[in-house]
C-alpha cells in the first residue's frame, strides 16, 4: 500500500484478555518495526524484523508479548494476558534495506490499546 | 547504548516567530543518523528533517534547519516563520547506519510539545 496501514485503530479490551494488532508495511520494506509509546512518551523500541525472522527483539518487556511476519510483509503483535499497564499506542513502522536505504522509518498512525 | 535526552518538555511560540528545540545524545559511534520527527494528534511520526553525521553541513528543509554540534552531541531543530499548522509533539532520534547490521532501531527522545499562538 501507500503507506503503513495498522489495524485496528483503538482497541479497548479487559485485564486477562488476549490481543493481536495488525500491521501492513509498505510494499516492498523488507524491514518492520513495532514500538510502544506510552502517555507523555517517546515511542520504546519493541522488535525489529528483517524479512520473516526477528532481527532484535530486546525490546519485548515479558514473554506475554510475542510478534510474528510469517510472510515476510504484514506482522502480528500478540500480547496475552493483558494488563492495565500494557495500555499505550502501539507504534509499526517500516523501512527498505540496501542502497535505497535514507536512514528514515515511515511509520503508521499507531494501534491505541486501553486495557480496563 | 545510545540514549537520546530532550530537555523541554514544552515549548510556545508565536506564529511567524522562530523557535529552537533542543536535543543532546549520547553514542560512542563516529557514523550515525539523526532525525527530527513531527506527531500531530493523528500520531503518525512524519519526518522532519535528516541529518548524516559524517556531513558537516547542516541539514535543511524549508523553514526547519538544525545545528549538529558533532562533538557537543548537540543537534538542535529550528523552525523559522513558525505556522499554526508547526503545533505538534516533536522527537529527537538517533540510528546507527543500517549497513551495521546491529542496533538498526530508532531511539527517541522524550518528546517537546511546541504550541504555536497568534
Known amino acids: 500500500g501507500a503507506g503503513v496501514s495498522q489495524t485496528p485503530s483503538n482497541k479497548v479490551t479487559e485485564k486477562g484478555k488476549y490481543v493481536e494488532l495488525r500491521c501492513d508495511p509498505i510494499?516492498?520494506?523488507?524491514?518492520l518495526y513495532w514500538y510502544r509509546q506510552s502517555l507523555g512518551q517517546g515511542p520504546e523500541f519493541l522488535i525489529y524484523?528483517?524479512?520473516?525472522?526477528?532481527?532484535?527483539d530486546s525490546g519485548l518487556p515479558n514473554d506475554r508479548f510475542f510478534a510474528v511476519r510469517p510472510e515476510g510483509s504484514v506482522s502480528t503483535l500478540k500480547i496475552q494476558r493483558t494488563e492495565r499497564g500494557d495500555s499505550a499506542v502501539y507504534l509499526c513502522a517500516s523501512t527498505v534495506q540496501g542502497p535505497l536505504n535514507t536512514g528514515e522509518l515511515f511509520f503508521g498512525e499507531g494501534s491505541r490499546l486501553t486495557v480496563l | 547504548a545510545q540514549t537520546v535526552t530532550q530537555s523541554q518538555p514544552e515549548m510556545s511560540v508565536q506564529e511567524a516567530e522562530t523557535v529552537t528545540l533542543s536535543c543532546t545524545y549520547d553514542t560512542s559511534e563516529s557514523d550515525y543518523y539523526l532525525f527530527w520527527y513531527k506527531q500531530p494528534p493523528s500520531r503518525q511520526m512524519i519526518l522532519v528533517i535528516r541529518q548524516e553525521a559524517y556531513k558537516q553541513q547542516n541539514a535543511t528543509e524549508n523553514r526547519f534547519s538544525v545545528n549538529f554540534q558533532k562533538a557537543a552531541k548537540s543537534f538542535s531543530l529550528k523552525i523559522s516563520d513558525s505556522q499554526l499548522g508547526d503545533a505538534a509533539m516533536y522527537f529527537c532520534a538517533y540510528r546507527s547506519p543500517p549497513h551495521t547490521g546491529t542496533a538498526s532501531k530508532l531511539t527517541f527522545g522524550t518528546g517537546t510539545r511546541l504550541q504555536v499562538t497568534l
Open positions: 510494499s516492498g520494506h523488507t524491514a
Open positions: 524484523f528483517q524479512g520473516t525472522g526477528a532481527a532484535d
